[in-house]
T-cell receptor, first 112, second 112 residues
């Protein structure tokens, strides 16, 4: 099941700079997309979501962009902080269901 | 801030034994979920629950699995006869609307 893909297993960014995490999907029938952050031995922490009828949603340092024609979404973190170091998962919810389909995750490391 | 809680944090059991994983969802949420993550793999949807009944289940959620909301606060996942391949992190989640699911810290289940 490769409906949601995160092709970069890891990303390293300097503190203060922008982190861009990417996610691709293959199914046009998703109506919501979500981003989660996960620390080891903890559950996923909800960060931000976006409806398929929008192309941008912003919450503080986090902005999610959705490009429906490319079936691509990205999470921007500005400015990046060392506490942002974690694994980031994108997830998508198909129309008429509320289950989430997760990507494989991208490990973000923010160094000083 | 309200959060989803799960007990136990770790469970070790023998193959063939029954286990019950417990969750306390966020109090005003109406939708409840179980997901699991096998080591090194994606987070996978198991089941969603609304209005005291299963609203959707995955292929993984076979007759060995059941869910229950025995009172107004707890939400449980029972595995009747555990198999080695049931070893995973099990996450409970709850939501009051589709685009925000909040996850608990997880129960690490090890089947020997």
């Amino acid at each position: 099941d490769q409906q949601v893909k995160q092709n970069s297993p890891s990303l390293s960014v300097q503190e203060g700079r922008i982190s861009i995490l990417n996610c691709d999907y293959t199914n046009s029938m998703f109506d919501y997309f979500l981003w989660y952050k996960k620390y080891p031995a903890e559950g996923p922490t909800f960060l931000i979501s976006i409806s398929s009828i929008k192309d941008k949603n912003e919450d503080g340092r986090f902005t999610v962009f959705l490009n429906k024609s490319a079936k691509h979404l990205s999470l921007h973190i500005v400015p990046s902080q060392p506490g942002d170091s974690a694994v980031y998962f994108c997830a998508a919810s198909p129309v008429n269901t509320d289950k989430l389909i997760f990507g494989t995750g991208t490990r973000l490391q923010v160094f000083p | 801030e309200p959060e989803v809680t799960q007990t136990p944090s770790h469970q070790v059991t023998q193959m063939g034994q029954e286990v019950i994983l417990r969750c306390v969802p966020i109090s005003n949420h109406l939708y409840f979920y179980w997901y699991r993550q096998i080591l090194g793999q994606k987070v996978e949807f198991l089941v969603s629950f609304y209005n005291n009944e299963i609203s959707e289940k995955s292929e993984i959620f076979d007759d060995q699995f059941s869910v229950e909301r025995p009172d107004g606060s707890n939400f449980t996942l029972k595995i009747r006869s555990t198999k080695l391949e049931d070893s995973a992190m099990y996450f409970c989640a709850s939501s009051h609307r589709k685009e925000t699911q909040y996850f608990g810290p997880g129960t690490r289940l090890l089947v020997l």
